[in-house]
């Protein structure tokens, strides 16, 4: 697995490159033509555009010379908002040519240009009185103070540039950067409350403007991680390290009298208030301007309790992560995990490829049994104490690609005591039970093998059993299989029923973009995300359908990649995205004859017992563990996830 994913890392650093090459050529063209018309600013904005991609291929000294040249035409360009933002470009380029980041120094923050450059810029905004790009040069001179540890000065840049932000209404989103910014400064001097409040005053700035930042350039989506996710877990770290402090030296009793001032409960509230509205931007920022939230609760992230049901959340931050929980009777209590991210991703990468080994027969639970350490064993008691039957689990990054079933407590799989759901936000999750009363189903599938933009997916030979399972299970089905299932197909079968339940059974893969994001149709086609959305969507609005929504999606055989959070992200956000109140989905592709025989048992316990969707699922799996040989084996039944509404 890990050999694969290297090749097709090198494969995609390869294409990378060469669609670098490709806009270098362009550019180049583009620039010269600029020349030839003696149009200064179009060939500025070439040779800057054209610094980045040349350090990418390596070509340093023809960067150091564009970089050069379009220094020396910024001069020759008349005052304007244009020639601040050019030199300000400039500037970043100069001290750190390659993924300029707040969240790390540039590697030359002392250098001279980048002064004179910002310098110039502040003088060319003031002239012009454009306070916006004002506040941006103001901004981006006080982080280069920052990055030399001159915390006074940068301080005063920083709030000169959080007052020209304040002269333009379109500004706020450069404020909320110099909010972070004051932030960061006071966390450095050891000013926790100072930090924390001009935190605080950041994410207030985001919310403000979020539909604007959050779905703004689909192609900049990434830019979401350096840009807003650290403000939020900044905030949280600081609000955590106040709840859960660390043993304090007895030479400090000051700070000890103080950190006993502080109410726990209240800080863990705030923190998961916190936590649901990163949780929210990020779904927002995957899916873009297709993204509708619709709020089924609004503000219960924090204050939400469920008889016989643990909530629990977690968050990785640079150098620990911490899982919080909230009981049934509203208790709450958090725990950390001590070790730093990057090891964390690592451990979490290799439990989910442990998982996926089917050719290990006999699995071997150890690493299981570390992540149940962390994640799950602190509370153990609590859980026990509170009658706990359901554990639900609003994810962050990586977390999100692997299954809390099969976490192991050194003597079964978490899931032979426990139901499981996921969900991104509470916010979003309808929360209630559903009526079983007029339950249909619609069951589409492939078993014929396909390919799709030239990738080749094998026959799904048991899916055609699969489909007719459900349809002989749930009176009142239909189905479309093979050619029969098309996007238009679906569409009218939606049209003309009403069902409770829309069953697919065929390849789909969820990609760190959405748009990627598809699953395989008759006739070589595909059916996107956006694309079943709207089916989904378009069903619910022909008739009176308030009662008769679609209460649950199920799709088999799907798959996200290993270590690909943002492709897990997409797969949190599904029964969001599609407008579904729960969704099952698998998280790698399962052997079709397992997936048949978990989704038999899976539907004879929601239809024929008063369980829930998660208690369903939940019989199902440890039915397979339980009756021993192949299937018993985590691979064939953990990567199944019930996500959104688990009642």
């Known amino acids: 697995m890990e050999a694969e994913d290297s090749d097709e890392a090198n494969i995609l650093t390869q294409e990378a490159l060469s669609y670098d090459k490709k806009a270098l050529a362009y550019l180049r063209e583009f620039s010269e033509q600029a020349g030839i018309q003696k149009n200064i600013q179009a060939q500025t904005w070439a040779l800057i555009n054209s610094i980045e991609p040349l350090y990418r291929i390596q070509a340093s000294s ?77 901004g981006e001179l006080g982080y280069l103070y920052e990055c030399r540890h001159d915390f006074s000065q940068a301080l005063n840049l920083t709030r000169q540039a959080q007052w020209a932000a304040d002269m333009e209404m379109a500004s706020k989103d450069s404020r909320y950067l110099w909010e972070w910014q004051a932030g960061r400064i006071f966390k450095a001097q050891h000013k926790e409350l100072d930090a924390i409040a001009a935190y605080e005053k950041s994410i207030a700035t985001i919310e403000s403007i979020r539909d604007n930042i959050l779905v703004a350039n689909r192609d900049l989506q990434f830019d979401f991680r350096d840009s807003v996710s650290p403000i939020y877990r900044d905030l949280i770290g600081l609000k955590l390290a106040r709840a859960l402090p660390k043993k304090i030296a007895e030479a400090n009793p000051a700070k000890q009298l103080k950190l006993d001032n502080i109410n726990p409960d209240k800080e863990l509230s705030f923190i998961i208030r916190i936590l649901d509205s990163l949780n929210l931007a990020e779904l927002q920022n995957y899916f873009g301007d297709n993204c509708t939230l619709n709020i089924a609760n609004q503000n219960i992230a924090d204050t939400a309790v469920f008889s016989n049901t643990a909530i629990f959340h977690n968050v990785i931050l640079k150098n620990r992560s911490a899982i919080l929980v909230t009981f049934p009777n509203g208790d709450k209590k958090a725990a950390w995990i001590d070790v730093n991210r990057k090891t964390f991703v690592q451990e979490i990468n290799e439990f989910r490829r442990g998982l996926e080994n089917f050719s290990d027969f006999n699995y071997d639970p150890t690493q299981a049994q570390k992540l149940y350490s962390w994640i799950v064993a602190p509370f153990a008691k609590e859980l026990e104490q509170a009658q706990v039957k359901t554990l639900v689990f609003i994810q962050d990054g990586i977390l999100r690609s692997v299954p809390m079933a099969a976490l192991h407590d050194g003597k079964k799989f978490l899931v032979q005591k426990y139901a499981f759901a996921y969900t991104p936000s509470l916010n979003l999750t309808e929360i209630k039970a559903s009526s079983k009363q007029t339950t249909r189903a619609l069951a589409v599938g492939i078993s014929k093998a396909s390919i799709v933009d030239g990738k080749k997916f094998p026959a799904l030979i048991n899916v055609e059993a699969e489909i007719n399972q459900v349809e002989s299970e749930i009176p009142g089905s239909s189905k479309l299989l093979n050619e029969n299932f098309t996007r238009e197909r679906l569409q009218q079968k939606l049209d003309k029923g009403i069902y409770s339940i829309l ?127 192949e299937y018993s084996h985590p691979a064939y039944w953990s990567g199944f996830i019930l996500i959104g509404n688990w009642l």
Not at 96 to 119: D, G, I, K, M
Not at 603 to 627: G, P
């Open 62 to 138: 023809l960067a150091e010379e564009a970089l050069q040249q379009a220094t020396f035409l910024l001069e020759r360009l008349p005052d304007s908002r244009t020639k601040a933002y050019a030199a300000i470009k400039l500037a970043k380029l100069t001290t750190q040519p390659v993924r300029y980041s707040f969240e790390v120094c540039p590697s030359r923050p002392e250098a001279n240009a980048a002064h004179n450059l910002l310098n110039r810029a502040i003088s060319i905004a003031r002239n012009i009185k454009d306070s916006r790009s004002e506040s941006f040069a103001l």
């Open 503 to 629: 069953h697919i059974a065929t390849h789909g893969e969820f990609a760190p973009k959405p748009e990627d994001t598809f699953l395989v149709t008759g006739n070589n086609s595909k059916l996107t995300i956006y694309e079943l959305e709207t089916a989904i969507r378009n069903f619910k609005q022909t008739v009176n359908r308030k009662d008769n929504s679609v209460e649950l999606l199920m799709l088999t055989a799907c798959q996200t990649a290993v270590g690909d959070d943002r492709a897990a992200l997409g797969m949190a956000g599904v029964a969001v995205q599609a407008g579904v109140k729960s969704a099952i989905a698998t998280l790698w592709f399962v052997q079709d004859a397992s997936t048949a025989s978990l989704t038999n048992k899976f539907y004879l316990h929601l239809l024929n017992s008063q369980v829930s969707k998660a208690e369903a699922l939940h019989m199902a799996q440890k039915a397979l563990i339980e009756e021993g040989g």
